[in-house]
């Protein structure tokens, strides 16, 4: 996983042309309105390993309501990582229909599928991905690079983007001069700072200590509940799950 993660992380960095905006609290008015964001239909996922098919998802439906904060648990292997770079456009389907904030990810080109993650989704790994050489206030500056928005705008919306995950007064600091729960809130504070639609987060509390994990939890729920995020969340950890509105377990390729 290391690899493709990293790739993430860059891939999460970049971002087209549009205006982004700070978090904003009246985006998505409605917390769990009934409203599908993710819509999936038959999808299934093989990889390949040279020729040998490697059947990952198999057949899955999937609804996710606008404003929900799901977790998605199961055994290693099971497709809980695949499944979340589905609904985040990072892949495509193999078969079956996925309909995400509006697009139909499945016929979606690799260019039309970057702009796509670009607008709709932020990005919380396990392992944090910051630039080692990028002050906090850069990292989270980084998604911002490619608008079209000024240095003093971008740096005032890294700047908001920092104080509402607490870190006001880290913003110079590296992050080898953060704690990792603070390493995770610049993470943070970077996947929300275009004002993405969904938050997918891929064990997010994986590295982390009880209480430090708890404060992340709790800034998940604050952005869900407060922020209108969308959250998507993969978790081995009971407790991590319990914060969540709905709890989805996949086994073997199939959702139970
Ligand atoms: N790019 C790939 N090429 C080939 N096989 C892959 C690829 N990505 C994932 N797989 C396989 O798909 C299966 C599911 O992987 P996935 O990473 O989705 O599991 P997971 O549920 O996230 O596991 P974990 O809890 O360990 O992170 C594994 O058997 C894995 O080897
Ligand atoms: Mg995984």
Same mark, same amino acid.
Do not use: C, W
């Given at each position: 996983?290391?690899?493709?993660?990293?790739?993430?992380?860059?891939?999460?960095?970049?971002?087209?042309?549009?205006?982004?905006?700070?978090?904003?609290?009246?985006?998505?008015?409605?917390?769990?309105?009934?409203?599908?964001?993710?819509?999936?239909?038959?999808?299934?996922?093989?990889?390949?390993?040279?020729?040998?098919?490697?059947?990952?998802?198999?057949?899955?439906?999937?609804?996710?309501?606008?404003?929900?904060?799901?977790?998605?648990?199961?055994?290693?292997?099971?497709?809980?990582?695949?499944?979340?770079?589905?609904?985040?456009?990072?892949?495509?389907?193999?078969?079956?229909?996925?309909?995400?904030?509006?697009?139909?990810? +499945?016929?979606?080109?690799?260019?039309?599928?970057?702009?796509?993650?670009?607008? +709709?989704?932020?990005?919380?790994?396990?392992?944090?991905?910051?630039?080692?050489?990028?002050?906090?206030?850069?990292?989270?500056?980084?998604?911002?690079?490619?608008?079209?928005?000024?240095?003093?705008?971008?740096?005032?919306?890294?700047?908001?983007?920092?104080?509402?995950?607490?870190?006001?007064?880290?913003?110079?600091?590296?992050?080898?001069?953060?704690?990792?729960?603070?390493?995770?809130?610049?993470?943070?504070?970077?996947?929300?700072?275009?004002?993405? +639609?969904?938050?997918?987060?891929?064990?997010?509390?994986?590295?982390?200590?009880?209480?430090?994990?708890?404060?992340?939890?709790?800034?998940?729920?604050?952005?869900?509940?407060?922020?209108?995020? +969308?959250?998507?969340?993969?978790?081995?950890?009971?407790?991590?799950?319990?914060?969540?509105?709905?709890?989805?377990?996949?086994?073997?390729?199939?959702?139970?």
């Amino acid at each position: 996983m290391e690899t493709s993660e990293k790739e993430q992380a860059k891939d999460g960095a970049k971002t087209n042309g549009d205006a982004a905006a700070a978090p904003s609290k009246e985006a998505h008015p409605h917390r769990d309105s009934g409203k599908a964001i993710v819509s999936m239909q038959g999808v299934s996922k093989t990889f390949y390993r040279g020729k040998e098919p490697v059947p990952v998802l198999d057949n899955l439906d999937l609804e996710i309501a606008e404003g929900a904060f799901e977790a998605l648990m199961g055994p290693s292997g099971s497709g809980k990582s695949t499944l979340l770079n589905l609904i985040a456009g990072l892949d495509r389907p193999t078969r079956g229909q996925a309909r995400v904030a509006g697009s139909n990810l +499945t016929d979606m080109n690799d260019a039309e599928l970057a702009k796509f993650r670009s607008r +709709t989704i932020g990005f919380i790994f396990q392992q944090y991905n910051l630039m080692p050489v990028l002050t906090a206030l850069e990292n989270v500056e980084l998604p911002l690079l490619l608008t079209k928005l000024s240095g003093s705008e971008r740096k005032k919306r890294a700047q908001t983007a920092l104080r509402v995950v607490g870190l006001e007064n880290r913003m110079t600091h590296y992050p080898r001069q953060l704690s990792g729960g603070q390493e995770q809130r610049v993470a943070i504070a970077r996947a929300i700072v275009n004002d993405p +639609t969904i938050i997918v987060a891929d064990e997010p509390t994986g590295d982390l200590d009880r209480k430090n994990a708890d404060e992340i939890l709790s800034l998940l729920e604050k952005l869900n509940t407060e922020f209108k995020k +969308t959250i998507v969340m993969v978790t081995h950890d009971p407790a991590a799950a319990e914060r969540a509105t709905v709890t989805r377990r996949l086994d073997k390729g199939a959702l139970t």
